[in-house]
């Protein structure tokens, strides 16, 4: 079957999915649990640099999504209306973490600690850790926020610039030029911790498998 054809028919099929869960089959909307919470979880390890907040933001996603559901106007995906809602969460949870950081802060500038999340011992990560994966994590955890957010939302998630721009409120020529100001930066990070410019692309392919598997190791 052509690849649009069975992208419009999983399409058709999602939205009887939504309509059923609205109209009262309540219990349906763990199919839709299961078929986005491994995707939205990767998204938000990437942002947010440690497991536990990622754990937490998915939850909180899925639970406003679906007190939400009757709202979703069918102008996007559901996936990029879902990961709208994680994005924003993920977003207030680093502006109070920011907050507080800032409220307890001794004005001590220390060295921020490598975060131990990243690494697992489960057979997929032992595999991932092998081309350096692990190091291409702690690159983009060093990266600002803003900057660190924008390489999720396109390198690793995929959206194309138009999504991202409406995500984030901002014209697509921003978009591309925080992009590349950002991929440059990271770049830089893996030069100076001795990874090569060559690994950069296929290490960020890589993480994101990897990031997929770690959600697939915790559940």
């Known amino acids: 079957m052509d690849a649009s054809v069975t992208t419009a028919t999983n399409q058709a099929e999602e939205t009887a999915l939504i309509d059923c869960i609205v109209s009262?089959?309540?219990?349906?909307?763990?199919?839709?649990?299961?078929?986005?919470?491994?995707?939205?979880?990767?998204?938000?390890?990437?942002?947010?640099?440690?497991?536990?907040?990622?754990?937490?933001?998915?939850?909180?996603?899925?639970?406003?999504?679906?007190?939400?559901?009757?709202?979703f106007e069918r102008r996007s995906s559901f996936y990029t209306w879902l990961h709208r809602i994680a994005f924003n969460a993920a977003i207030d949870l680093q502006r109070r973490k920011k907050r507080t950081k800032n409220l307890?802060?001794?004005?001590?500038?220390?060295?921020?600690?490598?975060?131990?999340?990243?690494?697992?011992?489960?057979?997929?990560?032992?595999?991932?850790?092998?081309?350096?994966?692990?190091?291409?994590?702690?690159?983009l955890s060093r990266l600002d926020e803003e900057r660190r957010n924008i390489i999720v939302l396109r390198d690793l998630q995929g959206m194309d610039y138009a999504e991202i721009a409406k995500m984030l409120g901002i014209p697509v020529g921003t978009v591309r030029s925080r992009l590349h100001r950002a991929r440059i930066e990271l770049r830089e990070i893996m030069n100076a911790m001795g990874i090569g410019d060559h690994a950069t692309q296929p290490n960020q392919a890589a993480l994101k498998n990897k990031t997929v598997a770690q959600g697939r190791d915790q559940r």
């Open 104 to 139: 307890f802060s001794t004005g001590d500038k220390t060295e921020t600690a490598e975060p131990k999340e990243y690494y697992s011992d489960s057979p997929a990560s032992i595999v991932m850790a092998k081309e350096t994966v692990c190091q291409v994590q702690i690159a």
């Open 24 to 71: 009262g089959q309540a219990s349906k909307f763990e199919i839709l649990v299961g078929n986005y919470q491994q995707r939205i979880y990767a998204s938000l390890v990437a942002m947010l640099g440690n497991r536990h907040d990622a754990e937490d933001v998915t939850q909180e996603t899925f639970l406003t999504a679906f007190r939400k559901l009757d709202q």
